[in-house]
Each structure stands twice: as structure tokens, then as C-alpha cells.
């Protein structure tokens, strides 16, 4: 059963334009969402969270998006630069962001073009 | 390099040999964490210590896997009696507990293939 979902493998987009990527999630006592980035033969790394407390959170390029009620999230990137492609995992975790244990989505691909 | 090291990154056994990871967190990071990823997968939480007590366990932690980090630093995953299942990426994880982030610093994982 996937707690964290995200339905779109892959996504493209053209260099400047702006990257939104969604991840749906069906446990209700998530608390803390959190977006990694993975570029290949490395390990992911953190990009930008949010609380359940908050609906938007902004660092920079990113934007993160949180819809209580319908359980969503999303990523916003703009503008968008070659550098992000990579694959952004959305993860959740019930313990207020001090925790351990993230519940991750299976990913997707972001390709920027130039 | 301070961040999150991981050996080998690469291993290759036949079913039934017994193999082990090693991970080195961020000196200064206290939680160490050990999460499984398989192909077309996100990464799955395995285990995790603070200091040198393992406080979670997950059922995917069979009893033919160990984990171990006997002086609040380093940790090490053994693997007994490997399973062609048990091909995946191994991630090893750190943090410092308090953090309100809940932020892991990821290492580059350790490649299993079980043949």
C-alpha cells in the first residue's frame, strides 16, 4: 500500500520555464513533508520541507505547495535550469519533522531542457 | 569530505553467502539510519540508532539481517544468507537528533546483486 504516491514517473520541461512536480498522500497523521533530490550514482539530498501547519514554503527557486485537505503536495521550480534535472522523491514522515522515518514516493524524472 | 561514507559501493554474491555494509555518518550526527531501495522504488526505512541503541526496527528486517553500531559512531548491516530478493541499494543515512528539519544527510548507498 502507497502512503506517498507520485503518479508521474517523468516530467520535461524547456530551461526557464517553471517545473511542477505533485505527490499525493493518504495517511492522515503525516506532519512533515520533506522533497529530496537524486542526481545518478549519488545519494539524495534534501531540498525543502514543510509542515502540516503551513501551506506554503519558499527557498529560493523551490516553492513547496501543501494542500491539507485533499492531500497533496507539489514542487515548484522556477525557474527551471538544466542543473535540476535530476529525480525528486516527495517523502512524509507523523512525527513533526524530528524523525526518522520517511515514508518516500517512487520518484520522478525531471528533465530541463535547454 | 565530512559527509556520509559508505562500503563498498558495490557488491556482487552468490545466494547463500553472508555479506556486510559499513557506514560512517557525519562525525557529529547521533541518529544513523538504514533505508533499502529497489529499481523503479523510493528508498524504504530498514532501521535506525541513536547513539548505539537500534530503537526501530521495520518488517522488512528479516531475521537474516543485522544491524549493529556498537560505539555510537560507525554502523555496520550484515546480510545472512542472502537472497536474490535482497538485491538493492543499501542507504545509509545521518542526522542530529533535535533538528527540526527531520533533514538526513544520505550517503551514496552500497549496490547489492545477488545472483
Known amino acids: 500500500d502507497q502512503q506517498v504516491k507520485q503518479n508521474s514517473p517523468s516530467l520535461s520541461v524547456q530551461e526557464g520555464r517553471i517545473s511542477i512536480l505533485n505527490c499525493d498522500y493518504t495517511?492522515?497523521?503525516?506532519?512533515?513533508f520533506l522533497w529530496y533530490k537524486k542526481y545518478p550514482a549519488e545519494g539524495p539530498t534534501f531540498l525543502i520541507s514543510?509542515?502540516?501547519?503551513?501551506d506554503k514554503n519558499e527557498d529560493g527557486r523551490f516553492t513547496v505547495f501543501l494542500n491539507k485537505s485533499a492531500k497533496h503536495l507539489s514542487l515548484h521550480i522556477v525557474p527551471s535550469q538544466p542543473g535540476d534535472s535530476a529525480v525528486y522523491f516527495c517523502?512524509?514522515?507523523?512525527?513533526?519533522?524530528?524523525?526518522?522515518?520517511?515514508?518516500f514516493g517512487k520518484g520522478t524524472l525531471l528533465t530541463v531542457n535547454p | 569530505d565530512t559527509g556520509v561514507s559508505q562500503d563498498p559501493r558495490h557488491k556482487i554474491t552468490k545466494r547463500g553467502q553472508n555479506v556486510t555494509f559499513r557506514c560512517d555518518p557525519i562525525?557529529?550526527?547521533?541518529?544513523l539510519y538504514w533505508y533499502r531501495q529497489t529499481l523503479g522504488q523510493g528508498p524504504e526505512f530498514l532501521t535506525y540508532?541513536?547513539?548505539?541503541?537500534?530503537?526501530?526496527k521495520s518488517r522488512l528486517l528479516s531475521d537474516r539481517f543485522s544491524a549493529e553500531r556498537p560505539k555510537g559512531s560507525f554502523s555496520t548491516l550484515e546480510i545472512q544468507r542472502t537472497e536474490q530478493g535482497d538485491s538493492a541499494m543499501y542507504l545509509c543515512?545521518?542526522?542530529?537528533?533535535?533538528?527540526?528539519?527531520?533533514?538526513?544527510?544520505f550517503g551514496e548507498g552500497s549496490r547489492l546483486t545477488v545472483l
Open positions: 543515512a545521518s542526522s542530529l537528533a533535535g533538528r527540526k528539519t527531520g533533514e538526513l544527510f
Open positions: 514543510i509542515s502540516s501547519i503551513k
Open positions: 562525525s557529529e550526527h547521533n541518529r
Open positions: 540508532f541513536q547513539n548505539e541503541a537500534q530503537l526501530e
Open positions: 495517511n492522515s497523521m503525516f506532519d512533515y
Open positions: 517523502a512524509a514522515s507523523d512525527s513533526g519533522g524530528s524523525n526518522y522515518k520517511l515514508t
